[in-house]
């Protein structure tokens, strides 16, 4: 971010009649690196930098975004957030208040032990080529990827009641992929499947040997698809390694409990969800032994944070507590509008969208069984690692 622009300096643009102000400015920007079949074919730096006016007038909220961070542009966009809002007065399904806007003072920084350019692009690049060198173990790889990109992120949020957060985010998203052919077979394995290895840390994570040894694993796996037998057929029992459970959850848990999902907000964007709102607090969702809970608070997640874009601090929550619903992922506005106890998961993809409600950090609590113990108690059954399509289907 400018040093030279304070947002709460900018806040005297707003000349609106507005029973509440908030203006959220978000700095992001993306180095990705790739190395695909051998040849560099992503070096590059992408940056963004604005912020978003949100004014309450009349019970409803007005947003606009703006880049032009200047006292004339948060004027303009201040003017058009209220008239965005007048209009949606008149057409009102629910009527807020500041309290959807909780006033909270705080910082959060990522955990990392080295900074981001502590590796060079150069450096980083031949950690990607000896990796690719890795993956490909035989003439039957016909195409190998390596991939690591940083996303830096500075966050700041200031409202008219009080609120004065900000948010420092450095983030980390490592893949590795080969695909292997032999005839009319095509085989792809990956590293903990698409956007398996994302996380808050620093450089600290290009562990070259850690980095070397995956990649020769993935490599020969592939090859080993190619003659493997085909899933069988029947009734038996799935044990899912935890890459695969990330994934499992979020579909069948995450989306399906994104409160304004349930209300019905996104049904002609991403499609509704089965849940009820009658259902928090009585439907089965699982066996006791299922606990899920949400929790930004964790460290090193690639979605931990203090505050939401509403100004909620972060606090772990059980979603799902003995098999039993009993939470719902939705931000103030959701609560309100529902009845139903949410989290802090009000956020937005960048600072010229409005916030939504967004799962973060799902975990599935541990049991008391160790790996062996589960895999000892399986008569017939089948283990379960890496899902190869980038989401849960049957390809």
């Known amino acids: 971010m400018n040093p030279d622009i304070d947002i709460k300096d ?17 700095y992001e920007a993306h180095t990705p690196r790739m190395i695909r079949d ?5 070096n590059g730096r992408f940056a963004s930098h604005g912020l978003m006016v949100e004014v309450l007038t009349d019970g409803q909220f007005g947003y ?5 961070l200047t006292l004339e542009g948060v004027s303009r966009a201040s003017k058009k957030a209220f008239v965005q809002a007048s209009h949606a007065a008149q057409h009102a399904v629910c009527s807020f208040t500041s309290q959807a806007r909780p006033r909270n003072v705080g910082r ?10 502590s590796i060079s692009a150069g450096q980083l690049n031949k950690i990607l080529l000896d990796a ?10 016909i195409s190998a990827r390596a991939l690591a990109q940083t996303i830096e992120t500075n966050f700041r949020f200031i409202s008219s009641n009080g609120s004065d957060i900000t948010q420092d985010f450095l983030m980390v998203e490592f893949d590795l992929s080969a695909t292997a052919v032999e ?19 620093g450089m600290e994570y290009f562990d070259q040997l850690e980095i070397m040894a995956q990649a020769q694993k993935i490599g020969e796996q592939a090859l080993e698809l190619l003659s493997a037998d085909e899933t069988p057929t029947g009734e038996m029992d799935l044990v899912i390694a935890s890459d695969q459970m990330m994934l499992q959850i979020h579909e069948s848990v995450g989306h399906a409990l994104e409160v304004d999902r349930i209300l019905g907000d996104e049904r002609n964007y991403a499609g509704w969800s089965f849940v009820k709102l009658e259902d928090f607090g009585r439907l089965k969702y699982g066996s006791k032994l299922m606990n899920i809970t949400f929790d930004p608070t964790v460290s090193s997640e690639f979605a931990s944070y203090g ?17 039993v619903l009993v939470r719902g992922l939705g931000g103030m506005e959701s609560q309100i509008r529902s009845g139903v106890p949410g989290v802090a998961n009000f956020r937005a993809s960048s600072w010229n969208r409005a916030p939504i409600d967004r799962m973060a950090n799902l975990n599935l609590e541990p049991g008391d069984s160790s790996f062996d113990e589960i895999i000892g108690n399986v008569e017939k059954g089948i283990y ?3 899902n190869r399509s980038w989401s849960i289907d049957d390809y």
């Open 108 to 117: 959060y920084q990522s955990p990392f032990a080295r900074e981001k350019d």
């Open 307 to 323: 505050y939401d874009d509403g100004g909620l601090e972060a606090t772990r929550e059980y979603i799902i507590k003995d098999g």
């Open 384 to 386: 379960m690692e890496s």
């Open 132 to 141: 690719y060198a890795y993956l490909k173990v035989s003439d039957k790889i």
């Open 183 to 201: 005839g009319t077979n095509q085989q792809t394995r990956t590293f903990g499947g698409m956007r398996g290895n994302c996380l808050q840390v």
């Open 10 to 26: 900018l806040m005297s643009a707003v000349d609106v009649p507005a029973d509440w102000v908030g203006i959220r400015e978000v």
């Open 64 to 68: 606009y975004g703006t880049p032009d």
């Open 38 to 42: 051998g040849v560099p074919v992503a």
